[in-house]
């Protein structure tokens, strides 16, 4: 089974689906629908200017780049840092009567943080069986076309 996770362009709001990336992966490329460049992180897609990303400097891109993750990257460190503050609040009775599952509440697995879906990482089976029988029709045009639209 192939793990799919759906996506929607910032642009045009055209809605797609592509296989879960590993876990930090960068994509950058144009949305199928509108031809705007986007680059899809953790998850989520987010609006790139095309022109710099076709006809910028390496530095140029570099910048943008770095700029469009980061204001993502400091939502998600704000969100973090307010549940602790929250944690932080309970009286030293209540923390020491009860111990944080970091899993559920504060920490939550790497994989969890990065699509947003809590689902579990790809399990050695699920990787078994895409090599064993999807890969080997990603060049059938019509398979590719319904998985990834």
């Known amino acids: 089974m192939i793990s799919l996770i759906e996506v929607q362009c910032p642009?045009?709001?055209?809605?797609?689906?592509?296989?879960?990336?590993p876990l930090g992966a960068i994509i950058v490329g144009p949305c199928p629908q509108c031809h705007?460049?986007?680059?899809?992180?953790?998850?989520?897609?987010?609006?790139?200017?095309k022109e710099v990303m076709l006809h910028g400097e390496a530095?140029?891109?570099h910048e943008h780049l770095l700029a469009v993750l980061s204001d993502f990257l400091d939502e998600r460190v704000a969100d973090v840092v307010a549940?602790?503050?929250?944690?932080?609040?309970?009286?030293?009775?209540?923390?020491?009567?009860?111990?944080?599952?970091?899993?559920?509440?504060?920490?939550a697995p790497v994989d969890a943080v990065c699509d947003g879906s809590g689902r579990e990482a790809i399990s050695s089976e699920e990787v078994?069986?895409?090599?064993?029988?999807?890969?080997?029709?990603?060049?059938?045009?019509?398979?590719?076309r319904a998985v990834f639209g």
Do not use: W
């Not at 642009?11 to 990336?21: E, I, N, S, V, Y």
């Not at 929250?86 to 504060?106: C, G, I, K, L, W």
């Open 36 to 49: 705007e460049m986007v680059v899809i992180f953790c998850g989520r897609a987010f609006a790139l200017n």
């Open 128 to 144: 078994q069986e895409f090599v064993s029988k999807d890969l080997k029709l990603l060049d059938n045009k019509d398979y590719f």
């Open 59 to 61: 530095e140029e891109k």
């Open 83 to 107: 549940e602790f503050e929250t944690h932080a609040h309970r009286s030293v009775n209540e923390q020491d009567a009860e111990t944080p599952e970091y899993e559920d509440e504060t920490i």
């Open 11 to 21: 642009h045009c709001g055209a809605r797609g689906q592509l296989m879960l990336p």
